[in-house]
């Protein structure tokens, strides 16, 4: 019953849109479809289609789709698909360009479970430049996040999935290989950006400030970088590569030494996450030990009317296991108290399944980083630093490029106890989420804008350090002392002391002890008892009806925050949407 009020709940706000992006891809693909189970494509007993395929083919085109197949069909569909052009494989999955078959003709075919679109990704930064006052000097944000010398990341490294990096001074040192897969799977030998997005994210990451003369210092200077490009010079890729390089990286993480994945870039969720061939990749990776930090997405704001919008996370950051990171506002402070959301921060849930998300927020406004002349952001006079050639750029992936970051040198800080097998990607949410400090409530569900709250380098690095993984399950895993509390700006923050598990809250020390939840075999938000109980926080299943927050499902009516979604209907502050459908 939830999902399905998720879905008229989140099918009908979507209507609304939030950027030209989303809108002309949400458009194209809803039209008509949003009265039936979206992945179903309306051909009961044949294999599911998202709504983008089954948009295109009720429009007598062939589009580029992603094919998930039974185990051990790969030959038989091949066969079937000798005129098509196959782009690349995955696992159970393949690539394809429809040219002698419809979309509903394979369909048909038994070894076909899903079609998804291999819809093209961007990455997550917004093209306007911040206001002087609000660009975050990156010493300044180092404090803003307790960081204060040690811990570098030294012994950790980081897969960036994203436009390529250009070797500058800051960065050379860092890189350990890249690889480009917009050509194919080449172990490339110039290394390049041409869109400077990729590049800005591993200067976050992990650039040395050496042409700043240590001003713009990366959060994790001493982590190892792979880069693997997927993204041309316009900042756009296909979802198909984004795969690639996540199956890449989990099957070769330990001859590469990749513990972390930077994945800032997405595309709008057209489907279940069940069948969203670009999740299952995340889980696939998370699955394997690899820690997936993803970015939410920009869409959190009407760009044209300015008025605040739910469920615009982005895919794969719609990914149950992978960490979901918004963005926020610093205001080039080191106090913690003026923080507070972006606005273009993409809020939850997340479309169709109705999962709470981001699971936190970071820093992630006007913030600065290495650049090169050459890139296609750098012509963009507005975004450029004080200090040639930085960037100053905005959005959910440079927040999430400060969270890999941060796990960077938890993890490094974990490892400081010689022995002790590696934090799950698990364990590393529910440590950055219980050490988080929540924004000011602003009103609404909180939960759905930040998750468990902001980011506390100092707090996380802590509690990672106390911990023992080696621990039993069903015993205290602390061995360090520690205080749930960070004090910035003279003033002292009290953790958040909980995490947000799927769509329920679980609050106490549970974090504090060796659980089965923390285990690499467990999925992030399926039902977990915690000690005797099941926590559902302040979500209360009361028989046909949920109430979830101050926020109220009530029959088929639901009244979310300040929005309402009555029947058909959205009510989105002063403005009317009357069908879904439109």
């Known amino acids: 019953m939830r999902t399905t009020r998720s879905l008229l709940l989140v099918s009908a706000l979507l209507a609304v849109g939030f950027n030209s992006a989303f809108n002309s891809a949400f458009n194209s693909a809803a039209s008509g479809l949003l009265a039936q189970t979206p992945a179903q494509g309306g051909v009961a007993g044949h294999a599911t289609m998202d709504l983008a395929v089954a948009r295109a083919d009720e429009a007598g085109e062939r589009p580029n789709v992603i094919i998930t197949h039974r185990p051990g069909s ?12 196959i782009r690349g494989e995955f696992s159970n999955a393949m690539a394809v360009d ?5 979309a509903r003709e394979l369909a048909t075919n038994p070894d076909v479970l899903s079609i998804s679109a291999n819809a093209k990704v961007f990455g997550h930064q917004v093209l306007t430049g911040p206001p002087p006052s609000q660009s975050q000097d990156i010493q300044n944000l180092r404090a803003t996040l307790g960081l204060v010398g040690g811990l570098t990341g030294a012994g950790v490294g980081i897969a960036i999935i994203d436009s390529g990096v250009v070797p500058t001074a800051d960065l050379y040192l860092s890189i350990k290989a890249f690889y480009d897969f917009t050509n194919g799977q080449q172990l490339a030998s110039i290394r390049n950006d041409k869109y400077g997005h990729g590049t800005h994210v591993a200067g976050l990451i992990a650039g040395t400030g050496l042409w700043s003369g240590g001003r713009y210092v990366g959060v994790a200077p001493g982590a190892r970088l792979t880069i693997i490009k997927v993204l041309d010079g316009q900042g756009q890729g296909y979802t198909s590569d984004v795969i690639r390089a996540l199956d890449f990286v989990t099957l070769n993480r330990e001859p590469l030494g990749i513990d972390i994945i930077n994945i800032s870039l997405g595309h709008p969720v057209l489907e279940p996450a069940a069948t969203d061939p670009l999740v299952l990749a995340v ?11 993803a970015s939410a997405g920009n869409f959190g704001t009407n760009p044209t009317t300015g008025e605040v919008g739910y469920a615009g996370v982005a895919s794969p950051g719609n990914a149950r296991s992978a960490l979901t990171v918004g963005a926020i506002k610093t205001f080039n402070t080191v106090s913690r108290v003026d923080d507070e959301l972006a606005p273009y921060s993409s809020r939850g849930p997340t479309w169709y399944d109705g999962y709470v998300k981001p ?4 820093p992630g406004h006007g913030l600065v980083a290495i650049s090169d002349p050459s890139t296609t952001l750098y012509q963009n006079a507005a975004l450029r630093a004080e200090v040639a050639p930085y960037l100053k750029l905005s959005g959910s992936s440079m927040a999430t490029a400060v969270a890999t970051g941060v796990v960077a040198l938890m993890l490094q800080a974990n490892r400081l106890d010689a022995g002790s097998p590696a934090l799950t990607p698990n364990t590393v949410k529910a440590l950055l989420q219980y050490t988080s400090l929540p924004l000011a409530d602003d009103g609404v569900d909180t939960a759905l804008e930040q998750g468990a709250g902001s980011i506390n380098a100092a707090g996380a690095t802590a509690l990672a350090y106390a911990i023992n993984p080696a621990a039993p399950v069903g015993t205290p895993w602390v061995d360090h002392a520690f205080s749930p509390y960070t004090v910035f700006a003279g003033v002292t923050h009290t953790w958040s ?3 947000v598990w799927g769509d329920n809250v679980v609050w106490g020390d549970t974090v504090l002890w060796s659980r089965a939840a923390w285990a690499l075999n467990i999925v992030w938000g399926d039902n977990i008892v915690w000690g005797d109980n099941v926590v559902w926080g302040d979500n209360i299943v009361w028989g046909d009806n949920v109430v979830w927050g101050d926020n109220i499902v009530w029959g088929d009516n639901v009244v979310w925050g300040d929005n309402i979604v009555w029947g058909d209907n959205v009510v989105w502050g002063d403005v ?3 069908s879904a459908a439109q």
């Open 359 to 362: 699971d936190v927020v970071a």
């Open 283 to 293: 889980e696939r990776a998370s699955a394997a030990g690899l820690v997936v930090v």
């Open 576 to 578: 009317a949407a009357t």
């Open 98 to 102: 429809l040219t002698s078959h419809t």
């Open 74 to 85: 790969q030959a038989r569909l091949r066969s079937y698909l000798k005129n098509d052009r």
């Open 497 to 499: 002391q909980n995490i």
